[in-house]
């Protein structure tokens, strides 16, 4: 890291970190849109901002936003794409002071109506209709349900402006909480993570470091913005002052060609982005599917080693993953320069000012080397919940994060991860609650009980299936059946069972009945493909 780089990186606000930004390399890229209208040319509605435009943008935003309502502290709710207009109207919130809560685009009427609710959001950004989903609609549907609706704002291409000489000082508090990130966890409502702009500095920082990338480099978001990865990204953006590719919608074969023609040389985001480029790559083995990569990175979900030497070996780059979550962005993270035992086989380094505790079932530390809960305490780790009842549980007397999951520490202080004591799904990067879908799978009449669980899989990490226990005497439900009942509850798409697995009688313990869940994972983890059987 440059001197200049640890100037940034000291910076107390995410505004402040771009306005530095943009006074060091005003005319350098920093976003490129992959934007390919039906029937244009290729390439043809690629559109790039500089970090000197992304300031000027976002402060003529901030005015526009400033203008109808929106204040320093003001709760502003926004479900967006991974569009260079969506990092505009983020910065514009961070240029006024308000406190934002993104929502993941596939988010639907169960989750957003439970964010708006909790934070009591004033004001609520949607993009229209959005693949085919009518966004407007269904936010103004959930505002007539509240006591206090929110300001709607249809954000397309266009955002709203003013003079900026109209604006308050920025904020010079780092320390403030400004950000509500959304995770399932284990409960069936999402949880509200509480994050200040100096604890996403510090995450993005470190993922700089770790990562070693340059101005020279290009790299790529092709997951939601809205996911707490986007600030993260964003942050090592402004610290190392090279451009990103942004995807409003990755897909393989077709998002290749923006990936080419932008030089990417960063790609990745979890394992099942890896799983993707690489059975991409197996169509067309000895020529490289995207000639300037040269680094495959992310984290969010579980990553098998032998996944490490299947990159390096057919796709010809490197591959460090890393250990993250919505309540603590960056927790540990591969080097591209360790060993290749250490990328295939470890989570990585903790973070610089990253304390993570190993611990017994009574909350004791455990020597190097010995498997227990995996704690974590320091800069990058969220201020609590917002439902204070939560933060109590999660929080240790000494101030420690209690993640739920299971690892050990090696004798090097690298991380390995074994498992997860609490029962939430990782699939591609984001975090179903097994209840939440419990919950709702028991409304369906042919349903006497339910338990989901995630199954091992190559693409997407986990895989979500639905164990059912049917009412006697109703017809066997289908798959179909499941996904629709779900979807007409409100539940997001990337939530809804791949997998559904009919049973007799579900297997439980004998003292107070819980459903072994174990046994579940064993019998029907080598099922293969996901969809419907009957056992």
């Given at each position: 890291?440059?001197?200049?780089?640890?100037?940034?990186?000291?910076?107390?606000?995410?505004?402040?970190?771009?306005?530095?930004?943009?006074?060091?390399?005003?005319?350098?890229?920093?976003?490129?849109?992959?934007?390919?209208?039906?029937?244009?040319?290729?390439?043809?509605?690629?559109?790039?901002?500089?970090?000197?435009?992304?300031?000027?943008?976002?402060?003529?935003?901030?005015?526009?936003?400033?203008?109808?309502?929106?204040?320093?502290?003001?709760?502003?709710?926004?479900?967006?794409?991974?569009?260079?207009?969506?990092?505009?109207?983020?910065?514009?919130?961070?240029?006024?002071?308000?406190?934002?809560?993104?929502?993941?685009p596939s988010y639907r009427d169960h989750e957003v109506g439970h964010a708006l609710r909790a934070t009591e959001a004033g004001f609520?950004?949607?993009?229209?209709?959005?693949?085919?989903?009518?966004?407007?609609?269904?936010?103004?549907?959930?505002?007539?349900?509240?006591?206090?609706?929110?300001?709607?704002?249809?954000?397309?291409?266009?955002?709203?402006?003013?003079?900026?000489?109209?604006?308050?000082?920025?904020?010079?508090?780092?320390?403030?909480?400004?950000?509500?990130?959304?995770?399932?966890?284990?409960?069936?409502?999402?949880?509200?993570?509480?994050?200040?702009?100096?604890?996403?500095?510090?995450?993005?920082?470190?993922?700089?470091?770790?990562?070693?990338?340059?101005?020279?480099?290009?790299?790529?978001?092709?997951?939601?913005?809205?996911?707490?990865?986007?600030?993260?990204?964003?942050?090592?953006?402004?610290?190392?002052?090279?451009?990103?590719?942004?995807?409003?919608?990755?897909?393989?074969?077709?998002?290749?060609?923006?990936?080419?023609?932008?030089?990417?040389?960063?790609?990745?985001?979890?394992?099942?982005?890896?799983?993707?480029?690489?059975?991409?790559?197996?169509?067309?083995?000895?020529?490289?599917?995207?000639?300037?990569?040269?680094?495959?990175?992310?984290?969010?979900?579980?990553?098998?080693?032998?996944?490490?030497?299947?990159?390096?070996?057919?796709?010809?780059?490197?591959?460090?993953?890393?250990?993250?979550?919505?309540?603590?962005?960056?927790?540990?993270?591969?080097?591209?320069?360790?060993?290749?035992?250490?990328?295939?086989?470890?989570?990585?380094?903790?973070?610089?000012?990253?304390?993570?505790?190993?611990?017994?079932?009574?909350?004791?530390?455990?020597?190097?080397?010995?498997?227990?809960?995996?704690?974590?305490?320091?800069?990058?780790?969220?201020?609590?919940?917002?439902?204070?009842?939560?933060?109590?549980?999660?929080?240790?007397?000494?101030?420690?994060?209690?993640?739920?999951?299971?690892?050990?520490?090696?004798?090097?202080?690298?991380?390995?991860?074994?498992?997860?004591?609490?029962?939430?799904?990782?699939?591609?990067?984001?975090?179903?609650?097994?209840?939440?879908?419990?919950?709702?799978?028991?409304?369906?009449?042919?349903?006497?009980?339910?338990?989901?669980?995630?199954?091992?899989?190559?693409?997407?990490?986990?895989?979500?299936?639905?164990?059912?226990?049917?009412?006697?005497?109703?017809?066997?439900?289908?798959?179909?059946?499941?996904?629709?009942?779900?979807?007409?509850?409100?539940?997001?798409?990337?939530?809804?069972?791949?997998?559904?697995?009919?049973?007799?009688?579900?297997?439980?313990?004998?003292?107070?009945?819980?459903?072994?869940?174990?046994?579940?994972?064993?019998?029907?983890?080598?099922?293969?493909?996901?969809?419907?059987?009957?056992?």
């Amino acid at each position: 890291m440059t001197r200049a780089d640890d100037d940034l990186s000291a910076s107390r606000t995410l505004w402040e970190l771009l306005d530095r930004r943009a006074e060091l390399t005003p005319g350098a890229p920093a976003l490129i849109q992959a934007d390919e209208p039906e029937g244009a040319e290729p390439g043809a509605g690629d559109r790039r901002m500089t970090f000197g435009e992304l300031r000027t943008r976002a402060e003529r935003t901030a005015a526009g936003l400033y203008a109808l309502g929106v204040r320093p502290g003001s709760r502003v709710a926004w479900q967006l794409p991974t569009r260079i207009e969506t990092v505009v109207l983020s910065f514009a919130l961070a240029r006024i002071g308000a406190v934002q809560t993104p929502l993941i685009p596939s988010y639907r009427d169960h989750e957003v109506g439970h964010a708006l609710r909790a934070t009591e959001a004033g004001f609520f950004a949607v993009p229209g209709i959005w693949r085919g989903f009518d966004h407007c609609a269904m936010a103004y549907r959930l505002a007539l349900a509240l006591p206090a609706p929110p300001l709607v704002l249809t954000v397309h291409g266009s955002l709203p402006e003013g003079d900026p000489a109209t604006l308050p000082p920025p904020p010079a508090d780092g320390t403030a909480v400004r950000w509500i990130y959304w995770t399932s966890g284990t409960t069936s409502a999402p949880k509200g993570a509480l994050h200040t702009d100096r604890g996403l500095i510090t995450a993005g920082a470190f993922l700089a470091a770790a990562l070693r990338l340059t101005p020279q480099d290009v790299g790529s978001m092709a997951f939601p913005y809205a996911h707490v990865a986007g600030p993260d990204y964003t942050v090592m953006l402004l610290l190392r002052g090279f451009p990103s590719l942004l995807v409003e919608h990755f897909s393989l074969p077709g998002s290749l060609g923006a990936y080419r023609r932008n030089g990417v040389t960063v790609a990745g985001g979890s394992t099942a982005f890896y799983s993707m480029f690489l059975a991409e790559q197996r169509k067309q083995p000895g020529r490289k599917i995207i000639p300037t990569l040269r680094l495959l990175a992310g984290g969010g979900a579980p990553r098998p080693p032998e996944l490490y030497g299947e990159v390096v070996r057919e796709l010809g780059c490197r591959l460090a993953h890393g250990y993250g979550m919505t309540e603590a962005p960056m927790i540990t993270m591969g080097d591209p320069e360790d060993t290749a035992e250490h990328l295939a086989r470890t989570e990585g380094r903790p973070a610089a000012g990253m304390e993570i505790r190993v611990t017994d079932a009574h909350g004791e530390p455990v020597p190097a080397g010995t498997e227990g809960g995996v704690r974590l305490r320091g800069e990058a780790v969220c201020r609590g919940y917002l439902d204070p009842a939560q933060t109590a549980e999660a929080f240790d007397a000494d101030g420690f994060l209690i993640t739920g999951d299971l690892g050990f520490l090696t004798a090097e202080g690298h991380l390995v991860l074994t498992g997860r004591a609490k029962d939430v799904i990782i699939r591609k990067g984001e975090n179903i609650s097994a209840q939440e879908v419990e919950q709702l799978l028991r409304r369906h009449p042919a349903v006497d009980d339910a338990a989901v669980i995630g199954l091992p899989d190559p693409v997407r990490g986990e895989r979500v299936c639905a164990v059912v226990q049917q009412t006697p005497g109703t017809a066997p439900l289908t798959l179909g059946e499941l996904a629709s009942h779900l979807t007409g509850a409100g539940l997001s798409v990337h939530k809804i069972p791949e997998q559904l697995e009919l049973v007799a009688l579900l297997p439980r313990d004998n003292t107070l009945r819980k459903v072994l869940k174990y046994k579940l994972r064993e019998r029907f983890g080598a099922c293969g493909e996901p969809g419907q059987s009957a056992r």
